[in-house]
């Protein structure tokens, strides 16, 4: 059952974010849930006022509020982006004087955790698991070795087709991508040639991946129980992921010295900004870059 709309001016923003911001459709629907939450909880507080005429303190209020009842600094972050995103339209509109929110930031309080990944040996020893007789078994290991040898994300790999791949330029063309951006990723040659293998017994079109059970496309369940399967004959650690097996994908270019910008477009980030919770595989990068520069030197 969808919710009963909200002010016209909340729901102008989120047909601009749709419409205009391109913004997905699950963006959207975070930003509609964080507006309803922060009106119902400022609601008792200062009933009656709208979200655009509230002051600095009342969100001040609010946030404590939230953190007192249990919700994460990443959460509250979230939370405080979608606010003053909508604030800005509001003030854009010319409904306010000003985004009281605007330079106002949590980020600075966060810190940053590094992602949940494995290391080589472990890689080595899922795609290793991945080796057993039999047409399931071969559908497998092309999942895991795509996950993690392309950096899919689980909705990716489930909606790609057998036209997806490029045989011309050995790539991998992910259309369903979030936030609608499509990339193109190099499929490593190893790779390339048993997927190859793999589509002279898949047919030439529909989905690349099926159930071997009705012929349906996988799902994200079929995936999570692929993973945890092979990871589980492994001997890995549990708790490995679709997710860790894109973590690790980054990570394991971060330590071989590829450029941050080609990882965030290999991973189909919007900038490398998103990219930089991979930094933490280099501690001493930074440093040691800096050290290369001829400050000091005489001619």
């Known amino acids: 059952m969808s919710s009963p709309p909200m002010d016209p001016l909340i ?5 601009y974010l749709d419409k205009v911001g391109r913004k997905a459709l699950r963006t959207v629907v975070d930003v509609r849930c964080t507006l309803r939450r922060v009106m119902t909880a400022i609601a008792r507080r200062r009933p009656g006022v709208d979200l655009w005429h509230l002051s600095l303190e009342d969100y001040l209020h609010w946030l404590e509020d939230e953190r007192q009842q249990g919700r994460s600094a990443a959460g509250l972050a979230k939370c405080l982006s979608h606010v ?47 080796d057993a007789p039999g047409e399931t078994a071969r559908r497998d290991r092309m999942i895991i070795l795509l996950l993690y040898g392309c950096g899919l994300r689980t909705s990716e790999l489930c909606a790609l087709d057998v036209g997806d791949i490029n045989r ?21 040659e190893a790779l390339y040639t048993e997927l190859l293998a793999y589509l002279l017994e898949h047919g030439k079109r529909g989905a690349l991946f099926r159930t071997s059970f009705l012929g349906r496309r996988i799902s994200h369940k079929d995936v999570c129980d692929v993973v945890t399967t092979v990871a589980t004959r492994a001997g890995l650690r549990s708790g490995v992921t679709a997710r860790t097996l ?22 189909g980030h919007r900038s490398p900004q998103e990219t930089g919770v991979y930094l933490h595989v280099l501690p001493q990068r930074p440093e040691a870059a800096v050290r290369t520069l001829p400050i000091g030197e005489r001619s």
């Open 246 to 267: 894109r973590h690790s994908f980054a990570t394991h270019l971060m330590d071989r010295g590829v450029d941050l910008s080609i990882i965030a477009s290999l991973m």
């Open 168 to 188: 011309e330029r050995h790539e991998l063309v992910v259309l369903k991508a979030k936030g609608d951006r499509p990339r193109s990723i190099p499929i490593p």
């Open 11 to 15: 729901e102008g923003y989120l047909s």
């Open 84 to 130: 003053r995103g909508f604030l800005d339209y509001a003030w854009r509109s010319g409904r306010t004087e000003r985004n009281v929110l605007d330079g106002f930031s949590l980020q600075h309080t966060l810190r940053r955790t590094a992602p949940k990944h494995l290391t080589l040996e472990e890689a080595e020893r899922l795609v290793h698991a991945t």
